[in-house]
């Protein structure tokens, strides 16, 4: 049997443990053969906890499966509780991750309670503190995570690397005979913290299946080496994430063009986008752009996709693009629960085109196509459901009509 010359394309997930994050009955797990997970983190101040539940429940809705929240002073840790009552009673069930920098130790000690509201913490190890006052503080967080049975991430970022383990990977580098560059340098010293910080937290007493790995940098390419060279030398999971990628544009295609090769090579369990958000944007854009991006790879299926041709000169009006946007954002509002009643719903796809050079063809291989009139064709619009063609719709209310028929086809 001769092999086809076309590689398949298949993706294989690296090997890694699994690590389970409770909330009640839900449980989202991160790593092992489980969908890699998309998560979020909210911008709100969490001592306003009405205003950070209500933007947990937005993340939530959008799709965001793990939500983190700062946690940085007493009031914020006071607060912690109260947002989990509140999203228990609105019934949003997604786990909390609280985020700790420089007192985590001295808050998760004081408030128990939201030691135990949350569902997992994320401890940065360069910003525990410093000598031996930052193994202690270290330990005291991890032993309250192993009391309570909750799994941990051991953040590292390179804007907060532990200076005196940078210091100490640089004297070592010294005494070699051919010193590496300074890149690779920091490479090391981000990777030897994750892992040096784990295998501390498994010392102390935290279970290997709850610890999660990340080192996170704002370059693309330093992004690719480091998580490269991380995945190979331990099996946690490891979350993925470009930090600081920056705004619009920017910040989507570097943060997909780092985790688009990094998900190839099967490395990722689970992902968050950092968007820096557009005065008044949406913080949910970035559980969006996450889904999107695992959701083009084949990785994942959250919403039915909308395949739109990008317009030439032969559409001289606007009418397709609104029809494809008003589409996109239907389907996305319907999802929450159309995922609950249509099986498969999100394996979906909808064909929205500006006219016929390719408009019957990508429709007719789409579930349902529509492709709009371009200058100088015959002002119809022919539908195609299950690649044939069933109506022709005309005049002003073609969206609404090729909506219904959306509708129509995926309750049937
Ligand atoms: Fe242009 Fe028609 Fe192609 Fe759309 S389908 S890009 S309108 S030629």
């Known amino acids: 049997n001769e092999s086809s010359p076309i590689l398949s394309g298949a993706i294989k997930r690296r090997t890694s443990r699994s690590v389970i994050i409770a909330h009640g009955d839900r449980q989202v797990i991160v790593g092992g053969d489980a969908p890699i997970v998309i998560q979020s983190m909210t911008n709100t101040d969490t001592v306003d906890a009405i205003g950070t539940a209500i933007q947990i429940k937005e993340l939530a809705r959008a799709g965001s499966e793990l939500v983190r929240i700062t946690v940085n002073t007493q009031e914020a840790a006071a607060a912690v509780a109260s947002i989990r009552e509140q999203l228990d009673r609105m019934g949003v069930d997604v786990p909390l991750v609280g985020d700790f920098h420089y007192n985590g130790h001295t808050l998760l000690k004081e408030f128990p309670d939201c030691a135990q509201a949350l569902s997992k913490y994320r401890i940065n190890p360069g910003n ?71 295998q501390r937290a498994e010392q102390v007493g935290l279970a290997g299946d709850k610890i999660i790995l990340s080192c996170k940098v704002s370059g693309v390419q330093d992004l690719i080496a480091v998580y490269r060279e991380l995945a190979r030398r331990c099996d946690y999971p490891l979350h ?19 985790l688009s090769v990094l998900l190839q090579e099967g490395i990722g369990d689970t992902i968050r986008i950092s968007l820096t958000p557009e ?36 559409t001289t009006s606007t009418v397709f693009q609104e029809l494809a946007d008003d589409i996109q954002t239907y389907l996305r509002e319907q999802m929450p629960v159309w995922k609950t009643q249509f099986a498969g719903v999100e394996a979906m796809n909808v064909a929205v085109m500006g006219c016929i050079v390719n408009g019957p063809g990508e429709s007719k291989h789409a579930n349902i196509g529509i492709s709009l009139p371009g200058t100088g064709e015959s002002p119809a619009a022919p539908v195609f459901v299950d690649g044939v063609k069933t109506v022709t719709l005309r005049g002003e209310n073609i969206a609404k009509e090729f909506q219904q028929i959306v509708l129509t086809y995926v309750q049937s």
């Open 279 to 314: 005065p008044g944007g949406d913080r949910c854009k970035e559980v969006i752009v996450g889904q999107e991006i695992l959701q083009t790879m084949g990785l994942r299926k959250f919403t039915p996709m909308v395949i739109a041709c990008p317009g030439c000169g032969r």
């Open 128 to 198: 525990v503190g410093q000598g031996a006052k930052r193994d202690s503080q270290f330990a005291q967080m991890i032993e309250i995570a192993a009391r309570y049975n909750k799994p941990v991430r051991i953040g590292v970022n390179w804007g907060s690397l532990d200076q005196g383990l940078l210091a100490r990977i640089m004297d070592e580098n010294a005494q070699r005979n051919s010193p590496w560059s300074a890149q690779s340098v920091m490479y090391e010293a981000l990777i030897v913290s994750a892992l040096e910080n784990a």
């Open 240 to 258: 993925l994430g470009l930090t600081e990628a920056g705004m619009g544009s920017k910040g989507i295609v570097a943060s997909t063009a780092a």
